[in-house]
């Protein structure tokens, strides 16, 4: 089993960051491949970003690349979503999730991931 707590989310204005922490326990968290998504109201769940378990090859949706930035510490077991440069359609709940089966699952998709995190509401304000 594995818990994964997300924080930093909050009111921002457009054109501010945030940075988004999510605090994995319980299963081995370094041999684990981590993404994001998020949920805006009225709206399907989408994939931001993802990363490989090393840290060596990281995922971006085309709608987030040059703003956001993941990254990870395994020894702090922890992800890190950094968004920069924040829009009004950035607002929605963001949610970790942790892949076990990278090597043969899709990053990009929700179906990949076997446990998520409860989420942290992002809103930004135009």
């Known amino acids: 089993q594995v818990q994964l707590v997300e924080s930093g989310g909050g009111l921002v204005q457009a054109g501010g960051s945030l940075r988004l922490s999510c605090a994995a326990s319980?299963?081995?968290?370094?041999?684990?491949?981590m993404g994001w998504f998020r949920q805006a109201p009225g709206k399907e769940r989408e994939f931001v970003a993802a990363?490989?378990?090393?840290?060596?090859?990281?995922y971006y949706a085309d709608f987030v690349k040059g703003r956001f930035t993941i990254s990870r510490s395994n020894a702090k077991n922890t992800v890190y979503l950094q968004m920069n440069s924040l829009k009004p359609e950035d607002t929605a709940v963001y949610y970790c999730?942790?892949?076990?089966?990278?090597?043969?699952?899709?990053?990009?998709?929700?179906?990949?991931?076997?446990?998520w995190g409860q989420g942290t509401q992002v809103t930004v304000s135009s």
């Open positions: 990363i490989k378990w090393r840290g060596e090859t990281t």
């Open positions: 999730a942790a892949n076990y089966r990278s090597g043969v699952r899709p990053m990009r998709i929700g179906e990949s991931y076997d446990y």
């Open positions: 319980g299963r081995t968290f370094s041999s684990v491949a």
